[in-house]
């Protein structure tokens, strides 16, 4: 079973920026797509960026034009840019395997996560 760490949260003012990494301990081929959750407290975790093995993206709609998803397949690693940070970005951030239906493209509505959990990591934006 692929685990999977996440780095790269903190403190930052509105308006700035985070670039958030998750390292998994096997090949990230083994996931049809992979993808960042978020979760606040007393809240579901929500899938907000996904990425297929075909390196096709899709973003929640309140991420979208402002957080970009990437892959660096010889390091086994996903990044999460987040640019123009907002106070309600402020969650634990989770990157984990998204599980979407065969032959339809990748889309947010569609995924689910897999069944590991990292421990995540806090991102608290404030000024």
């Known amino acids: 079973q692929v685990k999977l760490v996440e780095s790269g949260g903190g403190l930052v003012q509105p308006g700035g920026s985070l670039r958030l990494s998750c390292s998994a301990s096997?090949?990230?081929?083994?996931?049809?797509?992979v993808g960042w959750y978020r979760q606040v407290p007393g809240s579901q975790r929500d899938l907000v960026a996904l990425m297929s093995r075909a390196g096709v993206t899709d973003y929640a709609t309140s991420v979208k034009g402002r957080f970009t998803i990437s892959r660096d397949n010889a390091k086994n690693t996903v990044f999460l840019q987040m640019n123009a940070l907002e106070p309600e970005d402020t969650a634990v951030y989770y990157c984990?395997?998204?599980?979407?239906?065969?032959?339809?493209?990748?889309?947010?509505?569609?995924?689910?996560?897999?069944?590991?959990w990292g421990q995540g990591t806090q991102v608290t934006v404030s000024s």
């Open positions: 096997g090949s990230l081929s083994d996931f049809r797509a």
């Open positions: 984990n395997e998204v599980i979407l239906p065969m032959d339809v493209p990748p889309r947010i509505r569609l995924g689910k996560p897999g069944t590991s």
